[in-house]
């Protein structure tokens, strides 16, 4: 489903992405971790189209097609979702106003028709059940005054309601107390099936002791340094990067 070629971005003429290889089976849930600063959420914002960074060489394919000159909106509407480390608070726009525009914009480029409101109101109320949302988050403007794990749980909401192809989470888990941690993981397992692929960025075991990864990677200075199954995330437990950096 993904499949990063050679990647180097820069950012201010610093290379935060170092000639990067990296490939995302359908069906597969990656996880990398690796040390503040290492390039994570760069790799996820430039996988993502946000603008900002220099793209110096290589390639990002989704679904065979090179994705580097795509806007971030085609690329959203192409499935890639992008569950923010520090999501955005936009007062003065409801988070249902925003949700509702985003998917009916990704339904118009797929040549959809725009969702009816009962059916999306009915959706809405389902899916913020299931995360111990409560539904006035629907009304109230999105993110803002949010606290902090309430801003993680609405990413994942967002993320099940657009049910996207490529679901990158930089960082869900930051925030969400031992409770929330269990609701949005459990929601994060059951979205998760043999058509759709995740990128899961963390730094704490915990997360990954729920959504049980098929492949970990070890993330330094923008490149991968080391990979391996679930028990690379207990031997970084134990003995922290140094082991491998
Ligand atoms: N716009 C920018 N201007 C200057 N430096 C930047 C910019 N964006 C990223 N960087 C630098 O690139 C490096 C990688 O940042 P990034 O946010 O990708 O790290 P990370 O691996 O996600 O870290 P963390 O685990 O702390 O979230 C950092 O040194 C950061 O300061
Ligand atoms: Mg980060």
Redo the contacts with the bound molecule.
């Keep these: 489903m993904l499949e990063i070629k050679n990647l180097s971005v820069s950012?201010?003429n610093?290379i935060?992405i170092n000639n990067l290889n990296l490939e995302i089976e359908k069906g597969k849930k990656v996880a990398i971790m690796?040390?503040?600063?290492?390039?994570?959420?760069?790799?996820?914002?430039v996988i993502a189209g946000k603008h900002?960074y220099q793209i110096n060489d290589g390639q990002i394919f989704f679904n065979g097609i090179n994705i580097l000159d795509l806007d971030p909106e085609e690329r959203a509407a192409k499935g890639i979702y992008l569950a923010f480390?520090y999501p955005v608070e936009i007062p003065g726009i409801a988070n249902s106003s925003f949700l509702r525009t985003a998917l009916n914009s990704i339904r118009k480029y797929n040549g959809e028709k725009d969702l009816n409101t009962r059916e999306f109101l009915e959706e809405c109320k389902d899916l913020s059940k299931r995360l111990n949302l409560d539904t006035s988050f629907l009304s109230r403007d999105l993110n803002t005054g949010f606290s902090g794990g309430e801003k993680k749980k609405n990413e994942i909401f967002h993320m099940l309601m657009m049910k996207p192809k490529l679901c990158i989470l930089?960082?869900i888990d930051s925030g969400l107390d031992i409770d929330a941690l269990k609701v949005i993981s459990d929601g994060v397992s059951k979205y998760s099936n043999e058509n759709n692929s995740m990128l899961i960025?963390t730094?704490y075991q915990r997360l990954l002791d729920y959504i049980k990864p098929d492949e970990v990677h070890i993330?330094n200075e923008?490149k991968i340094i080391k990979s391996g199954d679930y028990n690379l995330v207990k031997t970084l437990e134990e003995k922290g990067y140094q082991e491998f950096v």
């Design positions: 950012v201010k610093k935060i690796g040390p503040n600063g290492s390039g994570k959420s760069t790799l996820s914002n900002g480390q930089d960082e960025i730094h993330f923008g």
